[in-house]
């Protein structure tokens, strides 16, 4: 074969143009008198879900931004070494799930055990150092009205702590979760950069932009697990100066943290990360960019959301503790 002669695809992997003489995925509809086509890397089809859900990436150079109808509250995460849910620190003091059990013999006359059975499966050394229920805080921050002022119904006192801490039981096992992204377990099967920036700025754009509902994701790419609600977006979308295949990205997410302290009163944690990463596709005729994959830059490489989550409509309240009755629960918060 002449070597001049030869058809040439220019092709984008990672942050380099590289000439290629085959192995790049066909080029798309439409650019074929381009003669370009983009080297795409491989990666699973269960990291792609995003995409796959919500449609193709595309993008417009700009600044955006949103924020959802409703910000998430600050509760605690509640470790899993500690035994503040079942046995309060306070002599005769009473704990949540004691309070919970007390409300459902006085008011529904039922005997629950709710607090016993937490205590029984009470077990720090079998789980990991991190491990607590910043899943469940964060749903239930989503998905439910703050607790905003404290209470007593039948003679027994339920301050916001104690409120929001028996909802955020009532959404531990949860159904109706979609999850991006997979879990890096610090396993060789994880992949460090899953979530995909592609796929997270999808998720971004088709819940947060388009529907204005919080997400959650978390936070740290390493494998202890930082759940955290996400409420607001702000990016910038720019043109690469070295390939008209290339869009740099900066995204700031606006977030809530936990409050570990001061949980009987409102008091909500807010701050922000900032992330950056480029978008390699092809630019539309009519100015949009169709999005074929991305990759995180810079301190993002190694700093990144792991994983997200999407609380479908409705997603259904369920404890792990199967001493614990939503509606209970939900009647306490509720009164």
Aim: net charge negative; hydrophobic share 35%; proline share 7%.
């Amino acid at each position: 074969m002449n070597f001049l002669t030869a058809k040439i695809s220019l092709c984008v992997c990672s942050a380099m143009v590289v000439a290629l003489l085959s192995g790049c995925e066909p080029v798309p509809e439409g650019h074929e008198s381009q003669g370009f086509s983009i080297l795409v890397p491989k990666r699973a089809p269960e990291s792609l879900t995003a995409t796959e859900t919500y449609g193709a990436l595309v993008v417009r150079e700009g600044e955006f931004e949103t924020e959802a109808l409703k910000r998430p509250w600050s509760g605690y995460w509640y470790p899993a070494d500690e035994t503040d849910l079942f046995e309060s620190k306070v002599p005769k003091k009473l704990s949540p799930l004691q309070k919970y059990d007390a409300l459902a013999k006085k008011q529904f006359s039922r005997e629950t055990h709710a607090a016993e059975y937490e205590k029984k499966r009470h077990n720090p050394a079998a789980t990991a150092p991190w491990a607590g229920l910043c899943d469940a805080w964060s749903a239930a921050s989503v998905l439910e009205p703050e607790p905003r002022t404290a209470k007593v119904i039948d003679g027994v006192s339920f301050g916001i702590a104690d409120q929001k801490a028996l909802l955020i039981k009532t959404y531990e096992n949860a159904e109706g979760k979609r999850i991006y992204g997979n879990r890096n377990d610090g396993d060789r099967k994880s992949i460090y950069d899953d979530i995909y920036p592609d796929q997270f700025h999808r998720l971004l754009q088709a819940e947060l932009f388009d529907r204005r509902r919080p997400i959650i994701m978390d936070r740290d790419p390493r494998p202890p697990v930082w759940n955290t609600p996400v409420w607001g977006v702000k990016t910038r979308v720019f043109a690469s100066s070295e390939s008209p295949h290339v869009m740099r990205v900066e995204t700031t997410v606006y977030v809530t943290l936990s409050n570990d302290s001061a949980l009987d009163e409102v008091k909500p944690v807010n701050t922000h990360f900032d992330y950056t990463y480029d978008l390699y596709g092809y630019a539309q005729k009519n100015g949009d960019f169709k999005v074929i994959f991305g990759d995180w830059t810079g301190k993002s490489a190694d700093f990144h959301p792991d994983f997200a989550t999407v609380l479908d409509e409705p997603t259904i309240q369920k404890s792990r503790n199967p001493e614990i009755d939503p509606e209970i629960v939900n009647f306490i918060v509720g009164s």
